[in-house]
């Protein structure tokens, strides 16, 4: 199984990116996908998640009402569309996917068994 993240780059404080992880199975392979990140000197946390079948998602805190994910069935795709970014946000994004039977709010980082290679986001003030 690959996952490949893109869409990271570098933007200024307040500006968005959009973040796709494309996998090289059928979405419905997976129980849910989420995003993690990690910033320099840091532990890597998570973000978002999505149930692929229902499409039921959850957010980390600190990006609730910025970030929104999404999938696409068709594409094998999952989103992280990030608006209003600011320096905290400078990290590592890494998609993932999981395949345990469990809703997304209650999924742990040792739930997810397949994890894409990083997509670097730097935001300047």
């Known amino acids: 199984v690959q996952l490949q993240a893109s869409g990271g780059g570098s933007v200024q404080t307040g500006g968005s990116l959009t973040l796709s992880c494309v996998a090289s199975?059928?979405?419905?392979?997976?129980?849910?996908m989420g995003w993690y990140r990690q910033a320099p000197g840091k532990q890597r946390e998570f973000v978002a998640g999505?149930?692929?079948?229902?499409?039921?998602?959850y957010y980390a805190d600190s990006v609730k009402g910025r970030f929104t994910i999404s999938r696409d069935n068709a594409k094998n795709t999952v989103y992280l569309q990030m608006n209003s970014l600011s320096p905290e946000d400078t990290a590592v994004y890494y998609c993932?996917?999981?395949?345990?039977?469990?809703?997304?709010?209650?999924?742990?980082?040792?739930?997810?068994?397949?994890w894409g290679q990083g997509t670097l986001v730097t935001v300047s003030s």
């Open positions: 993932a996917a999981g395949l345990t039977r469990r809703t997304i709010a209650l999924v742990t980082t040792e739930d997810f068994d397949y």
């Open positions: 999505i149930n692929w079948s229902g499409g039921r998602t």
């Open positions: 199975l059928s979405g419905f392979s997976f129980n849910y």
